[in-house]
């Protein structure tokens, strides 16, 4: 796959979009699975047999990029051990622990909201 050019509306918006911290912080952790990961990584390291069994939905090749992604962003440390068989460890860095309070605090509000739509739907009904 190619480069985005430098002059696409995309790339444009993306610039724009990154100058706000929180849009970039929301770039960061966004997308389907990568809140989750970090989140299952929050108490312990966990090898990559163990993610994925406690993420039921996610493919072997979506956890290996979303891990990969979050590896480069600093957000998760990979650490290989010369071992036979060869064995590699996910845990959080400081700076993605430093999230904890805030995707706490995120689960909560969802809940709430779900709930408040949940009777929204039933007051329409």
Same mark, same amino acid.
């Given at each position: 796959m190619?480069?985005?050019k430098e002059s696409s509306t995309n790339n444009i918006n993306k610039q724009y979009i990154q100058e706000c911290d929180l849009s970039y912080a929301v770039c960061k952790i966004g997308g389907r699975w990568k809140l989750f990961i970090?989140?299952?990584?929050?108490d312990e390291k966990l090898r990559f047999s163990e993610l994925k069994r406690s993420i039921s939905g996610i493919t072997e090749r979506m956890l290996t990029l979303?891990? $990969?992604e979050l590896e480069k962003e600093g957000l998760v440390k990979r650490t290989v051990y010369?071992?036979? &068989? &060869? $064995?590699?460890?996910?845990?959080?860095t400081?700076?993605?622990r430093e999230l904890i309070p805030?995707?706490?605090a995120l689960n909560e509000w969802g809940g709430k909201h779900r709930k408040f739509i949940e009777l929204q739907d039933e007051c329409e009904e």
């Open positions: 190619g480069n985005i970090l989140s299952k990584l929050k979303q891990l $990969r010369a071992e036979v &068989p &060869p $064995r590699v460890d996910y845990e959080l400081e700076i993605a805030i995707w706490d």
